[in-house]
């Protein structure tokens, strides 16, 4: 009898670097956090129509707990570049390790899921690739190009990593179009040595900056997660450093223990709290504001492109208005 041993069977390691670390106490969930479990043919497809075109989506790598209600409605946010991180971020569920070469033909299979779903917005993020020259970003470039020649109707919005060290590498995304442009910030800066050590505040910050200097018509958005440790003044100022920064679209959602190797959540923060936020950032200027213990990045992020558009046009009347008037007035 020959046995044949398949090494490959044996489950990876996701996050190795964390392996050596005490296990951190997991808190039990509030009732507000519950969601159900996935169950509809819908989802099925949708899961079918990934898995055909060898797709990564960060719904299953980040352990996203509005997988099920995205899917259902056909919504899914592709992760591009493999699904192996070059980063080690505490809050974070993608493995980490050395990752694979591209896949040149990434960008075609991900049109033609766009394609096949329908879907009116696509939402494109990537993992870190802290080892390639550009950091990804010609493949970022690709990607777009691809879907707009596959589903030209479909907007896109691309969430990037920080490119740090990658000269060039956001004037390569701005170049290529998307309609929104998403980095976020994750956390307050006190909280980076811990939380994103590998990332620094104000790089990301001028990131956000710099695309508004390439393009100032192209729509900005970031995003954070309470529960870290934070303090609500420091949120407060990150609010008014992405307005600084001229970011159009803040979102704030709770964040979500992947792992006991993982960073623990310091608070489970109530809904009326970032309900208390999403106020206050519109006073500060935001054109849209998402906030609330499930906000996600991607969750909803076609109705909120709807919703930004509208805000931006409704301001540029306003301002028309005040414009014509004081016109009159001279």
Known sequence: MVVVLDNLAEKRVRHPEKAHRPDKPVFPKPAWIRVKAPTSHIYAETRDIVRSNRLVTV?????????????HQRHASFMIMGEIC??????????????????????????????????????????????????????????????????????????????????????????????????N???????????????RYFHSLRLLQRVKELDPGMFTKSGIMLGLGEERNE???????????????????????????????????????????AVIGKTKGFLHMASSPLTRSSHHAGDDFVQLKA???AKLAQKAGQNALAAQTV
């Open 235 to 277: 949120v407060l100022q990150l609010m008014d450093d992405l307005r600084s920064a001229d970011v159009d679209f803040m979102t704030i959602g709770q964040y979500l223990q992947p792992t006991r190797k993982h960073h623990s959540v310091m608070r489970f923060v109530p809904p009326e709290e970032f309900q208390s936020l």
């Open 59 to 71: 719904c299953e790598e980040a352990g996203c707990p509005n997988m099920g209600e995205c899917w």
């Open 185 to 199: 910030l994750e956390t307050v800066p006190s909280k980076y040595l811990q939380v994103r050590p590998g990332a």
């Open 311 to 313: 805000a931006r046009a």
């Open 86 to 183: 070059t980063r080690a971020c505490a809050f974070c569920n993608v493995a980490t390790g050395i990752p694979l070469p591209l896949d040149k033909n990434e960008p075609a299979r991900v049109a033609e899921a766009v394609a096949q779903m329908k879907l009116k917005h696509v939402v494109i993020t990537s993992v870190d690739r802290d080892d390639l020259a550009d950091g990804g970003a010609q493949h970022f470039a690709a990607v777009i190009k691809a879907i707009r020649a596959r589903a030209p109707a479909t907007t896109i919005e691309v969430l990037t990593p920080d490119f740090r060290h990658k000269d060039g590498a956001v004037e390569i995304i701005v170049a290529a179009r998307p309609d929104v442009f998403n980095h």
